[in-house]
């Protein structure tokens, strides 16, 4: 069964202190993994796609990138506009209806 | 570009009455739009899939005959929350994508419904 784990649940950080969230899938065969930020109260926007291991996006202050088993989005000096919930979401090889399999997301904080 | 626009933002009606939420496409066409439905803090779960001019095909576990939804042009999918009851309060957003193949989906900013 295709499963997307996120960790941490929660992460709180100082502004300008990097870290990074991470994206743990098991899928059969992965056609993409997703990354969006969600706001409260929001539907979520679309960040990156990632298709095959190695590859890497980037985008302000965020770096996605993908291995066989996971994805990183690595977040560089962030800002308290970059709190929000950031989700990961994958689409197996075989799906032809665009089926997502979406983890529990990471609620980030970032203090000033 | 991909817009997508969910109609109302907020609702709250009463045990046994329908709701009808609106999905639009505003700059492209959708031949397929999806329905979620959030829990606090959860992720999100897949009710069914809106196909324009046919049938929705609904995820396992959804009521097709209280949850209805209709795709009647390519722009427009409704969902309908039928004799609606308190635990049928969530957060319901829709989704689209433009229709290349893997092209990532655009989301509407949900509906918060309120059943009391």
């Known amino acids: 069964e295709d499963q997307v784990t996120q960790s941490p649940e929660a992460l709180r950080l100082q502004e300008g202190e990097s870290s990074s969230l991470n994206c743990s899938y098991t899928v059969s065969g992965l056609r993409g993994l997703f990354w969006y930020r969600q706001d409260p109260g929001k539907g979520p926007e679309f960040l990156f796609t990632?298709?095959?291991a190695g590859e890497e996006k980037e985008k302000e202050r965020l770096k996605a990138t993908l291995t066989k088993k996971e994805s990183f989005l690595h977040i560089t000096a962030p800002k308290p506009e970059d709190s929000a919930t950031y989700l990961c979401a994958v689409r197996n090889l075989m799906d032809s209806s665009y089926k997502l399999i979406f983890g529990s997301g990471t609620r980030l904080l970032v203090r000033p | 570009g991909a817009v997508v626009s969910q109609h109302p933002s907020r609702v709250i009606c009463k045990s046994g009455t329908s709701v009808k939420i609106e999905c639009r496409s505003l700059?492209?066409?959708?031949?397929?739009m999806f329905w979620y439905r959030q829990f606090p803090k959860k992720s999100l779960m897949l009710m069914a899939t809106?196909?324009?001019?046919?049938?929705?095909?609904?995820e396992q576990g959804v009521e097709k005959d209280k949850f209805l939804i209709n795709h009647a042009s390519l722009t427009l999918s409704t969902l309908t929350v039928t004799s609606a009851h308190p635990e049928d309060s969530s957060f319901y957003i829709c989704?689209?994508?433009?229709?290349?193949?893997?092209?990532?989906?655009?989301f509407g900013n949900g509906t918060r419904l309120t059943v009391t």
């Open positions: 990632l298709y095959s």
């Open positions: 809106s196909n324009e001019g046919s049938k929705a095909t609904y």
């Open positions: 989704s689209a994508r433009t229709g290349r193949d893997n092209s990532p989906l655009h």
């Open positions: 700059d492209f066409q959708a031949t397929t």
